[in-house]
């Protein structure tokens, strides 16, 4: 059997043959940023440094995870190094600061109607308000520049609008929000909000089939 491979925060996710997943058909933006660093440092420092991050992200990942599932920070940071316990801290305190209640998290959906593939960080909703929303955490580098934080933003929201459309079609409700909360091992933190995903839905669709197009799909 053939596999689809898409990344989470670091983690690697196959899903079934015949659907590509939500992370491949937004890797179609490729940042001029992430060009850049190709082009100055070369594939092989790039390399190396992608695995650090993607190392990294891992660990927090599972820390977010274990703290919405038990709701103890300590469990949630325990074994994780300063900086992995820094990064935790500030998507934990925003999680209180908005009473995030989770719905949905972490398991594999599929749409059959469109043939792609994906795994949200969380689906719930957010200050008490009943609209669900998609909640996507990122620990990736803080952007060179202006320019390249807007493409970053736009890849979040085509990404978070492709996780929408799945669980949309799976439960038949609606998810009309979405945040990104990015926390880096550089002490960063920054919070993206995505109020209407109408529009990127749509354009998640159309990536979706240039994709189908270019892999023939």
Known sequence: MEWEWGVLMGRPKRYRDNFVSVTEVTGLIISKGLLYGY??????????RKAISQTFGHKVHEGIEKF??????????EGLNNQQVSALSKLTDWCFKHDVQVEFSEEP?????????????VIGTLDGKDGLAVIDW???????SKADDLERSFKY?????????????NFKK????????????????RVYEYPDLKEAKRMFLNLLEIHK?????
Request: glycine content about 10%; cysteine-free.
């Open 213 to 217: 197009s270019i892999k023939g799909k």
């Open 138 to 144: 990122k620990t990736d580098s803080t952007p060179r």
């Open 39 to 48: 082009g100055s440092l070369g594939t092989t420092e790039m390399e190396r």
């Open 109 to 121: 959906l599929y749409s059959e109607e469109h043939g792609f593939a994906g795994t949200p960080d």
């Open 174 to 189: 609606q998810v009309n929000l979405a945040w990104t909360i990015r926390s880096d091992k550089d002490g960063k933190f």
């Open 68 to 77: 919405l599932t038990t709701g103890s920070f300590d469990e949630a940071s």
């Open 157 to 169: 929201q085509l990404q978070n609008a492709g996780y929408a459309i799945l669980y949309e079609e």
